[in-house]
Every structure is written in structure tokens, then in C-alpha cells.
């Protein structure tokens, strides 16, 4: 079966400072990799998305970026952290399918705050 | 521009009766349609999905529902438990994103209160 790991639970860190999440799945192959963030009273919104190695479209301008050094592994990144980047961060998988949509796959998330 | 909108933050039902959460979607593209449930402090696990060729799907206590004239879908949660209290997310996906992408919008979730 597949499972999504990705840690650490929780972070607090200083303003300026770096940041590196990770997420890797197991028992798959080729999945799509997404980063999502939910801030405070928000919904779920889409940072990054990747579709295989080294291939990264970002979905919003922000502070942040992403990699995809390997094919089950996908690093959320920041050189200096803004208080704004306070959040819950979430990665998520999904299978590829010629045809049709289907659901994506949640890993346990990641409670960033920025002090 | 919010692309998937849950209008009511908040639901509370009593346990035993009908929990009926709603999502209204802007882009006529989306044609595949999901309901997340989460809770504090975890990620969402997905309860049920519905392609736009439907206009129902049955899972058990969850069934949704799809009117793609209205561009409307809900999800109902028959009969309701207290552990089913959580919050509800819709999310929606389109074929033009990319048969590989499947890029998932999401509300931004209604918090469901099952009193017992």
C-alpha cells in the first residue's frame, strides 16, 4: 500500500531564517506531488505542483520554493522566512491516469510558525 | 477569485438527522468533483468523489450530489454521528489542467458540529 511521509510535525522558527520540509511516498511510482499551505480560518491552497523529477510549477508568487530531487521526494524550500509564511503546510500525492481525475493523498502536515 | 466556495462555515446537527454541506464552483472546466474531511492538525483523508458525468454517488452514510446546471454539488451525511464532527472540504479538478496534473481547488471548509 501507499503511505506519504512528511515531516516535521512542527516547526517554530526565527523570522529570516531558512526552511526545509520534506515529503517523501512509498509504494508507488511516478506519482504527482503537490505542496498545499492552509493558513489561519482558510481553505487549502495549491503552492506547488510537479509532475516528475525536476519539474516544478509553482501556482502562486511567493517567498517559497520547491524541488523534486527524486522521484518519490519533494522538498518545500525558503532562503528567510516572513512572518506571512505562518501555516499549515500539507503535501500531497496522486496517481497519474491517462483519463479522468482522481483523488489526492495527504500526508499528517506540517505546523510552520514564523516568530 | 475563489474557484470553489462553501458559503456556511459552520454546521450543527444533531446526532441521528441528515447532515447536508454545500459547494458552489465557478469554472465550468471542473468535471471531477471530491469532499475532504480533516481534522485538527491532520491532513485531509478523502470520503468520496463524483465525475460531472453523474449526478450522484453512494458511499455508505455519504452520498453526493451534483447539479452541473447550477454548478452546485453537496454532500450528505445520513445518518450523522459525533465522530463524523470535522471539517468538510470540497474540491474540484478540471481535464484541462493536464490528464497527468489533476491539480485539486479547494473551499475553504465547513466545520460540521454533531451534537450527540
Known amino acids: 500500500s501507499q503511505t506519504i511521509h512528511q515531516w516535521p510535525a512542527t516547526l517554530v522558527q526565527p523570522v529570516g531564517s531558512p526552511l526545509s520540509l520534506e515529503c517523501t511516498v512509498e509504494?508507488?511510482?511516478?506519482?504527482?506531488l503537490y505542496w498545499y499551505r492552509q493558513a489561519a480560518g482558510r481553505g487549502l491552497q495549491l503552492l506547488f505542483y510537479?509532475?516528475?523529477?525536476?519539474?516544478i510549477s509553482s501556482e502562486v508568487p511567493q517567498n517559497l520554493s520547491a524541488s523534486r530531487p527524486q522521484d518519490r521526494q519533494f522538498i518545500l524550500s525558503s532562503k528567510k522566512l516572513l512572518l506571512s509564511d505562518s501555516g499549515f503546510y500539507l503535501c500531497?500525492?496522486?496517481?497519474?491516469?491517462?483519463?479522468?481525475?482522481?483523488?489526492?493523498?495527504f500526508g499528517q502536515g506540517t505546523r510552520l510558525t514564523v516568530v | 477569485d475563489q474557484q470553489v466556495k462553501q458559503n456556511s462555515p459552520s454546521l450543527s446537527v444533531q446526532e441521528g438527522r441528515i447532515s447536508i454541506l454545500n459547494c458552489d464552483y465557478t469554472n465550468s472546466m471542473f468535471d471531477y468533483f471530491l469532499w475532504y474531511k480533516k481534522y485538527p492538525a491532520e491532513g485531509p483523508t478523502f470520503l468520496i468523489s463524483?465525475?460531472?458525468?453523474?449526478d450522484k454517488n453512494e458511499d455508505g452514510r455519504f452520498t453526493v450530489f451534483l447539479n452541473k446546471s447550477a454548478k452546485h454539488l453537496s454532500l450528505h451525511i445520513v445518518p450523522s454521528q459525533p465522530g463524523d464532527s470535522a471539517v468538510y472540504f470540497c474540491a474540484a479538478s478540471a481535464k484541462n489542467y493536464g490528464g497527468a496534473t489533476n491539480k485539486l481547488i479547494f473551499g475553504t471548509g465547513t466545520l460540521l458540529a454533531v451534537q450527540p
Open positions: 510537479s509532475v516528475g523529477i525536476g519539474q
Open positions: 500531497a500525492w496522486s496517481q497519474k491516469r491517462s483519463q479522468g481525475n482522481t483523488e489526492a493523498f
Open positions: 463524483i465525475s460531472s458525468i453523474k
Open positions: 509504494g508507488t511510482s511516478n506519482p504527482n
